[in-house]
C-alpha cells in the first residue's frame, strides 16, 4: 500500500490527474466517448508502461484517434472517442 501511495503522489506533484495504473484503465471510458477526452498524464510521456500501451492499440483498433500532446503543463492523452458512432 505504502509503494502505490509514493507512486500515486508522485503522478500528483508532477501535475497528473491519475497514477499510471488508473491511466491506462481510463482509456476504455476515453475511447467509447463521444467526443475528445483528455487527460493530463503524471507518468513520464516518453515511457509507457505495456498496459498502457495494449489500451492505445486496442482504442485505435476500435477507430478512436489517440495521440499525446506536450503543453505547458507537461504530457496530455487526448482520445477521439467513437460514441458518436455507436447507435
Known amino acids: 500500500g505504502e509503494e502505490a ?20 484503465q481510463l482509456v476504455v471510458f476515453m475511447t467509447m466517448a463521444a467526443g475528445t477526452s483528455r487527460l493530463r ?3 513520464c510521456s516518453t515511457s509507457r508502461s ?13 477507430g478512436a ?4 500532446v506536450q503543453d505547458a503543463d507537461g504530457p496530455v492523452l487526448e482520445i477521439d472517442g467513437i460514441g458518436d458512432r455507436l447507435s
Not at 507512486?7 to 491511466?23: M, N, P
Open 50 to 62: 505495456l498496459h498502457m500501451q495494449t489500451a492505445l492499440w486496442l482504442a485505435e483498433r476500435f
Open 5 to 24: 501511495a509514493r507512486k500515486a503522489v508522485l503522478a500528483f506533484q508532477r501535475g497528473g490527474c491519475a497514477d499510471e495504473h488508473l491511466e491506462d
Open 65 to 68: 484517434t489517440v495521440r499525446f
Open 41 to 43: 498524464l503524471g507518468s
